[in-house]
């Protein structure tokens, strides 16, 4: 799990590093983000109820071409993107919910209670097997970032991206070239793991050879008197959100000038309720194949449920909606800016690298591993 506040001692890491957090505690976090939260929202329903007008409109227009109208007009400086699982759907991994071929209708292998107890911390700790055994599947490594990863890095090597904020755990960001400190996986990641009990801290490469090691391999705590289940740091439900969700909230999005939001159903909280946290004037353009949810109920919003676009009103004056896949919106959107070829040289050059890396390291394994024993290839 991503610590949500923590030891202010610091704990030794097996890679001999230290860990230093002095953060607030999870509860302190969560009062925090509900009372900036409910400050913000009250004071747009306040600045309404007023004036009865809609805010300054930025876009020159309400429609796609507004958008790159305005990322062009170079009044766009602090972007700030939030994703969700269909920006990883081209790579190969499949979504939550969709039907049929989304990850939660395709569990039943692993005999669970419910598709989501996989994810439950409490199962977890009861029968962590099913869990590791999607995670072989899942691992990061196994696929390559799609056209809309990429997109992201050009954002950041143009300097227009502020912050990058996934629900995704699959590190594809990474992969693509998104720098760490670009972004905010608000759901964990695979990065980094920890002990659930003495919260001890592992590495991606500890973990993932213990994970690696067997069909039922379950990694467990090294310290001396331990033995704890050691699990990724992705956020299991039951789990507080990382404090750098709650902490890059609180900064970036009163500086936002841009948002979009790509591959998401927004039915997740309190991740979906941060397009309600942008400024009354910022633009939001949303690319998504499903419909979004519109026009948020004020009660609802006031307790981060649900969300307040309008795209259909006449009243409307910040919101774009632009049904279509990601990649095929990302394309379309740097082909307007001017920014498509680059965008396809960089996707084509980057999976080469990946593919040749790949190929490279298939090579080897073989060579490496019969030095030690003649009869076990590297899964790697």
Not at 192 to 215: L, N
Not at 335 to 359: A, F, M, P, Y
């Amino acid at each position: 799990m991503a610590e949500g506040g923590g030891n202010s001692k610091s704990e030794a890491h097996v890679d001999g590093s230290e860990d230093h957090d002095s953060s607030p505690s999870p509860e302190e976090n969560t009062q925090d983000s509900i009372s900036q939260r409910m400050e913000h929202i009250l004071k747009s329903f306040q600045d309404f109820a007023v004036s009865d007008e809609a805010p300054p409109q930025v876009l020159e227009e309400v429609s796609f071409e507004g958008i790159v109208k305005y990322i062009k007009s170079g009044k766009c400086k602090n972007i700030i993107t939030m994703t969700g699982a269909g920006i990883s759907t081209s790579a190969g991994i499949p979504d939550f919910r969709s039907p049929g071929t989304g990850l939660y209708d395709n569990l039943q292998k692993y005999d669970l209670p419910s598709p989501q107890a996989i994810f439950e911390i409490g199962y977890f700790k009861e029968n962590p097997v099913p869990f590791f055994t999607l995670a072989r599947e899942l691992w990061p490594g196994s696929f390559k970032p799609t056209p809309c990863h990429y997109f992201l890095r050009l954002l950041h090597e143009k300097d227009l991206l502020l912050r990058a904020f996934t629900q995704n755990i699959d590190t594809l960001e990474r992969v693509a070239g998104v720098p760490e400190e670009k972004l905010v996986e608000a759901h964990g990641t695979f990065a980094t793991s920890h002990c659930v009990d003495c919260r001890q801290k592992y590495s991606q490469e500890w973990i993932k050879e213990k994970i690696f090691a067997g069909k039922d391999s379950v990694p467990t705590c090294e310290k001396e008197d331990c033995n704890g289940l050691v699990k990724p740091d992705i956020v299991f439900f039951g789990e507080s959100l990382p404090s750098l969700f709650i902490e890059r909230v609180g900064k970036d999005l009163p500086k936002c000038d841009l948002l979009i939001v790509m591959g998401t159903s927004l039915k997740v909280q309190p991740f979906a309720s941060l397009v309600s946290r942008v400024d009354p004037s910022c633009p939001r353009l949303l690319i998504n194949l499903e419909s979004p949810p519109c026009g948020g109920d004020p009660f609802m919003l006031l307790f981060g449920l649900g969300t307040d676009f309008d795209f259909e009103s006449e009243r409307k004056y910040r919101d774009v909606f632009k049904q279509t896949t990601c990649d095929e919106g990302c394309f379309e959107l740097a082909d307007q800016l001017g920014w498509g070829e680059e965008l396809r040289t960089l996707v084509k050059s980057e999976h080469e690298r990946i593919d040749k890396k790949k190929t490279n390291v298939t090579e080897e394994a073989p060579t490496k591993s019969s030095s030690k024993s003649p009869q076990k290839k590297s899964k790697f």
